[in-house]
Structures are given as structure tokens and as C-alpha cells.
């Protein structure tokens, strides 16, 4: 039968790949770009502002760590975040976290075409690049963004170490060619150059902490580009670790020679930051080394902003690929190039939103301001999911666990908190930006996503029933109990829609009192609900599953069931449907669906019907009738129990033009995919009988699925197609109905 294929990634990413990407993220690109603001803004004291900084990345990364090898899929945040929170609010994290990506590529592909102007009017002084127009500064930019990200399209991205590790020598060589200019200076000298050390106080130390924070990310992409890592759970935390170590080994001392030997007598560091804030670090090493080391910081500082502008030009895609696969952005930019094994359409996207940038933000302290206080944000959110996953799960199946849990991500979350806070205050276009991102963010997800992405997750946690106890639900399913020989499978379908250890299943017995009832005299119907419960566990447990029972007693048993379903907030309903001809019991199943707040599932089983040998279900689908949440929750957990074929069939007039065959099975190819039906077969014919078509399929399937509309309380919802097809047909029957 027709099958819907996925191109994947494949980990082809080892260790040394894997820390590849987080030292081409880290190191240079951040701290060339913003150190002359840093200096500007407290003096000296930038370099404890990269220390402090380099503390809070620290702490965080033990949680990305952990994180990290338990769910390694790319997308980062966004992938921890789905894990364990509710769809619309994993649709912002991702939101945030892919534009803090995007603004960081902004970030530094303004940093080189600054770096790269100032060569090239170093060589030829006739020629203005940096000009009040920026037009120059643009262009370079734009054509560095478009290379890089043509050139991941065109292949995996994670090449380029030569980049990478060429920088890190560079580095290495200046910071050598620093202490051995200081060892020739007396410490008086040196430590003048370092006084006044806070510049302006303790708030300048702040100010300068939230505008370079972005200078210590990177080893979060790691994590976002996890999917594509060998052996996860070991080499993910090392490549964080290492990432992040290395980067902190060059800056503090990078730092350090920058301000004491890049500094001529007479002068400071914080002056010659003021006078050239996007270049400082170049004409600080030409103090000490010459024009040779002038070129060295200016050929480090290009190779520096490429790597970390390409770095986050492949999180970026990555994030938004996950997402687009989650249907929190639109399908085809989920999609991998056959051939290219590349997110062709995720990486297109993020280079128009670069490029749309590029061009309302044209300032580096501007854009470094933006993306740090976006980055603060998506860490407090990883150490906030990294503690949920620990509460609810006990951390039983992480490969990795980040230690004195939890101390490190409460003390993580809350720096980067406070940070964002205070970065949002002293600048605020940073926190005009993110409010305007999210805003726009929150009405493209109510509009196009929400509806496709709540489709998907549903599905996913049907199929994936961990993903339950990490979002802290243990959903309850109430199965009314009338015939104690229908129990048996009645739980089981019941523990299909709650799995067992996650899910409950409570049975119920609904007893009408007599009219002269004793309360001292338990009359016949109490005991016969005692036996029907008693013979219903008896056949549960010999199942090997384990419901909860409830016998009540109320003159009214539909008004019962309902006010036993909103007392215990079910968030499913399943009852059983034996006699179709007997008209108060669809009327009273109609009235429950109207007042109850809980999915409704109506089961008619079929003569020696067992529900674990279902292997085949036949699913019609009309018009969006609303149902498809929940149909694609079952059809998950049926997946998951090893159900071998499905199959979504629809039904047009005879009438219908084959361009609307077409165009309705690409629909339901959509919704299958949307409900991870990976293998199924679809069907579209013309008939102007559908219901008899659909009697008719329905005697090769195990199982038919059938939706049903809550139309208001005086519609019927059993029309005659329903119960003829429920009559005329010997599978086992479902009929759903989704809570509004």
C-alpha cells in the first residue's frame, strides 16, 4: 500500500563535530563584536562581566546537558519545551528561541561586514565603507548571510572547522604575544592601565553582563543540531563542556592583554573603545604586536564572525524544521532534500527573517542587546524545563544528570531571569523587539498553527505516553459499567486511551434508589451494581489491568455520569452502546455529550470481538467536522499497541472533477500525516451513496472510526447515516466526539 516517506537526518556529527559547532558559535565572534561596547559601558570591568557571564552560561549549560542527551532531537529549547509543556506554549519557546538564532546570525554577520570595512579602508583609504548610510556595511553583511546559507543548503554544515580552529590558534597566538609584552612592563604600569576598574560602578558591570551575554552562546546549539550528533548521550555534554571551556580559557585572558598591553601609555581602554566600539579588539593588538598582529586579530575576527554567523544560520534551520514538523510552522519547511540531506526550505526561511533583520536592526550594540536578552530568556526556560523533567520523572531514564539538583538550575534560571529583567529596563528597544516578536509570534499561531499543531501533539503523546508524565498529566478515562461481560474490553480500550502507570481508568456503577428506599436496608440494585463491578475488576485483572471502581446512587444516571465526569475532571469519556434500537439510550448519549466537558467515545463491539487483535481500522472523513484531535489521540495510541494498517478514505459526489480528487487526497495525505499515520493508505472515490460505501469497506476492517458534531442541546447527533452504518456493519464501531 501507499506509504508516507520521511526523509530523516542522519548522525553523521561525532565529537569533535559536535564541539566544533559550539567553539564556531562561541569563540571570537561575541567578544570581538561587543567587547568596545563592554569596555565603553564599565571600563576595565568588562572582563569581570565576561567572567559573571561565563558563571550564568556555566550553569545553564549543566542543564542543556542534561536536557540535552535525554531528548536528543535537534531544536534545543524548543525540543525540551514540547517535551513538557503544552503545545501553544512549546510554540512560543520555539518562536523565541529561532529568532534569538536569527538576530545572533544578524549579530555577527554585521560584525564582520564591520571588520571586513575597516580592512578594506585600511588598505585603500580613498574608499568609504562605514558610512552614516550604512549602505556598505549592508551589503556585506547581506552577501556573507546569503553565501553561508547557500552553502548549507548545499550541504550539512558541519564542515568548516578549518574556520573554527584556525580562530582558536589565532587567538591563542595573541593572547601568548600579550603576556610576553607585559612581562617586559613593571606591574605599576599594568595596573594603571586596569584603574579605575569599575568605570561606573556596579550598574555599568550590569549593563555591560546583559549587552554581552550572547558573547558565551553557542554550546546551546549543540543541542538544537542534537539530531544529527553520534552516540548523544555521551558526546553531547562533552561537546557543551568543551565548547564553553575553550571559550572561556581565550576570553578572560584575551581580555585581560586587551586592556593592559593594547593600551598605550597615557591612555585607557574605555577611551579607545569609545572611539572605535566595533573594531577595538584590532587596533588594541596592533598596540602591542604591529601592524602583523593587526592583520592576525583582523583575519581571526573575519574567520571568527563567519563561523558563529554559520553556526547560527544552522541552529536556526534546524529549530525551524522541528517546528515546522511539529506543524507550529507551516509543513514544508519540515521537509529534508532527498538528495542534499538538508532542510533546503527550514534554511531559505531563516535567511529571508536574517536578511528582513538585517535591515531594521543595522547596529551591533542594537542587535547584541536583542539577541542577549532573547538568549536569557530561552535559558531560563531550558534550567525551568530541566527542573519539571526532574520533579515529574525522577530523572530515571537520563543518560546524564546534571549534579546538586536543584541548586544549579534554580540559581541558573534566576541569574538569567534578573539579567533579562535589568537588560529589558536599561535598553529598552531589546524588550520593544522581543514583545513585538512575540506578539506577532501569538497571532500567526492562532491564526495558521494552532489547530494543525494541537492535531500533532496530540498524536505524539498518544504515541509517545512518557510524553504524560513529563508534562505532569495523568488523564482519567470513566467507563460506565452496565454489563459486567462487556468490562473486559471496555477497560481495555479504556487503559489504550490511559496508559497504564500514566493514565487511570475508573469504572462506574450508577444505582437507582427505590422510591421507598431504608438506608438500613441495601436494596437488590446496590447489590447487583456490587456484583457487576466485582465480576468487571475480576475480568480487568486477570488482563493484567488495574481500573479503579465507584459505585454511586442517584435517581438519574445520565445526570449522574456527568457530574461524575466533571467532579473528577475526566478527560475522556467511554461508553458502551449495545442496543441501537433503544432510543432513550441515544438520547441520553446525546444529552451527555452536550453537558459534559470530556471527550466522548462511544463503543460498539462486535460478536467475539477482542480488542487485541485488531489490526486494521478504516477512518472516513467528511468536512472538518472538528474531530480530528481526538481521532488522531486514539489512532496514536492504537499505533502504539501495534495496529498494522490504517486507512483514511473519503467520499465525494459522482459529480466532482478529478482536480478535486486530487486536491482532497493531498488533504488527507496532510491530515495523515499531521496524525502520524506514517503507512497509511489513502482513499478518495466518488459516490453518491457514502453511506453505503462506507458499509460496504467497513466488512474488510477490524475497526471503523466515526465521528460525531455537537451541534447544541436540541440536535441530534445520531442521524440515520450513523445508525445505519452502525447496524449494518459486524466490525467493532467507535464513534467520537471531542469536547468543545
Known sequence: ????????????????????????????????????????????????????????????????????????????????????????????????????????????????????????????????????GRVGILSLAVSATVFYSMALAWNKGEGGQWATWGKVVIFAIIIAAGFIQLAHQPFSSISAHLTPFFKNRTIGLFKAMGYTFIALQGFDLIAAVAGEVKEPE?????????????????????????????????????????????TVMAFAVKNFMGPAGYWLIMVGAAMAMLSALRANLFAASRIAMAMARDRTLPRRFGHISRSRHTPIHAIVLTLVMVLAVLFIINDVSEAGAAASLIFLISFALANWTAILVRVRTGARFMPFRAPWFPVIPVIGGTACIALAIFQGLQVPSAGIIVLAWLAAGGALYLIFFARRARVVDASSAAMDPRLLTLRGRSPLVLVPIVNPSSASFMVSVATTMAPPAIGR??????????????????????????????????????????????????PKPWDEIARTARTYNCESLLLGLSDLDEKNALKGIEGLMNRVDSDVVVLRTANDWNFSSIKSVLVPVGGRGGQDRLRARLLGSLQYSGIERI???????????DEQVKRSKKILRRQAEDEQAEHAEIIVIKNNNPTGEIIRRASGFDLLILGLQRLGPRRKMFGDAVLKIAKSTSCGLILINRKG
Do not use: C
Not at 242 to 264: D, K, M, R
Not at 534 to 550: D, H
Open 1 to 132: 500500500m501507499p506509504e508516507i516517506k520521511k526523509t530523516r537526518m542522519t548522525r553523521s556529527m561525532n565529537l569533535f563535530g559536535a564541539t566544533s559547532v559550539g567553539v564556531g558559535a562561541i569563540v571570537g565572534g561575541g567578544i570581538l563584536a561587543l567587547a568596545g561596547i563592554a569596555f565603553s559601558t564599565t571600563g576595565p570591568a568588562a572582563i569581570a562581566a565576561f567572567a559573571l557571564n561565563g558563571v550564568f552560561a556555566a550553569l545553564t549549560a549543566v542543564s542543556f546537558a542534561e536536557m540535552a542527551a535525554a531528548f536528543p532531537e535537534s531544536g534545543g529549547t524548543y525540543t525540551f519545551s514540547k517535551k513538557v509543556l503544552s503545545a501553544p506554549a512549546a510554540f512560543i519557546v520555539g518562536w523565541v528561541v529561532w529568532f534569538a538564532s536569527v538576530v545572533a546570525a544578524v549579530l555577527y554577520a554585521l560584525g564582520f561586514a564591520f571588520y571586513a570595512a575597516t580592512a578594506v579602508e585600511t588598505v585603500f583609504p580613498a574608499i568609504s565603507i562605514i558610512n552614516p
Open 505 to 554: 481508568v475508573l469504572l462506574l456503577s450508577v444505582v437507582r434508589p427505590p422510591e421507598n428506599w431504608n438506608p438500613g436496608d441495601p436494596p437488590a440494585r446496590l447489590i447487583n451494581a456490587q456484583t457487576v463491578l466485582k465480576e468487571a475488576l475480576t475480568a480487568s485483572f486477570s488482563s493484567g489491568l488495574a481500573p479503579q471502581a465507584l459505585i454511586t446512587v442517584a
Open 234 to 278: 555521551k558526546n553531547i555534554p562533552r561537546a557543551i563542556f568543551l565548547s564553553l571551556g575553550i571559550a572561556l580559557a581565550i576570553y578572560i585572558p584575551l581580555l585581560f592583554v586587551i586592556s593592559t598591553a593594547g593600551v598605550a601609555d597615557g591612555r585607557n581602554i574605555t577611551d579607545l573603545s569609545r572611539s572605535h566600539p566595533e
Open 647 to 657: 486507512t483514511f478514505l473519503k467520499i465525494l459526489p459522482e459529480n466532482a472533477e
